[in-house]
Structures are given as C-alpha cells and as structure tokens.
C-alpha cells in the first residue's frame, strides 16, 4: 500500500483546507483509513478514521464539528475537509491505512504516509 498525500499549506484561522490522500495497492478499497497529526515533541494524535466495508466515521474530540472526512473509492482516495481551522491545528498530517478499523483507530496501522503539513496562523 503506498500512499499521495496532498492539500497542505498555510491558512488564516476560520479558514478551510481539503487534505487528500491517494491510496495504492492490492484491495486499498477494502482498508479503513485515517488521518493524524502530530506536533514536534508531541506524541501523534488521532484526527479522523473511516471504515472501508460501510464507511463508518470516527472523529476525535479536538476537531468534531469542525473536519469531516470521505472516501471516493473509484478514485481510491480519502479526503479531510478541515473547516474552522484554529492555531492549534497546526501540525504534520498523516494518512494511514490497515485493514483493521481498530487499528486505524488506536493509532497502529500497518501503512502510514509521509505526511503534508498544515500551518493555521492567526
């Protein structure tokens, strides 16, 4: 599974921005996926994570309300609309991917991009 991660940048805050992410490889329509963030120093937090069977959403805490994500499966990518962007959004973002929902969502996935950097100033 390999993974184009795209859609970073600089943004005002209350601004929005689309992360995308192309996934490749074998069944990649059959992976749930995810997005995570992490700071400098900081342990990487979870964002969002989406089901491959029935594209069931998880979303944690800091940004409920605020970023949905979707999947197009003809065009094997998961996208993360970041809407309402805040200073403290600012960080390095990952795709991950695994066919386990559980370990998307507790952080352990098998296959993890490079990342795409998201900076909210304020």
């Known amino acids: 599974v390999q993974f184009v991660e795209s859609g970073g940048g600089l943004v005002q805050a209350g601004g929005s921005l689309r992360l995308s992410c192309l996934v490749t490889?074998?069944?990649?329509?059959?992976?749930?996926a995810g997005w995570f963030r992490q700071v400098p120093g900081k342990a990487r937090e979870g964002v969002s994570c989406i089901a491959g069977s029935d594209d069931q959403t998880y979303y944690f805490d800091s940004v409920k309300g605020r970023f949905t994500i979707s999947r197009d499966k003809t065009k094997n990518t998961v996208y993360l609309q970041m809407d309402s962007l805040k200073p403290e959004d600012t960080a390095v973002y990952y795709c991950?991917?695994?066919?386990?929902?559980?370990?998307?969502?507790?952080?352990?996935?098998?296959?993890w991009g490079q990342g795409t950097q998201v900076t909210v100033s304020s």
């Open positions: 991950a991917a695994d066919l386990s929902w559980t370990k998307v969502v507790t952080r352990v996935a098998e296959y």
């Open positions: 490889g074998s069944t990649s329509d059959l992976y749930a």
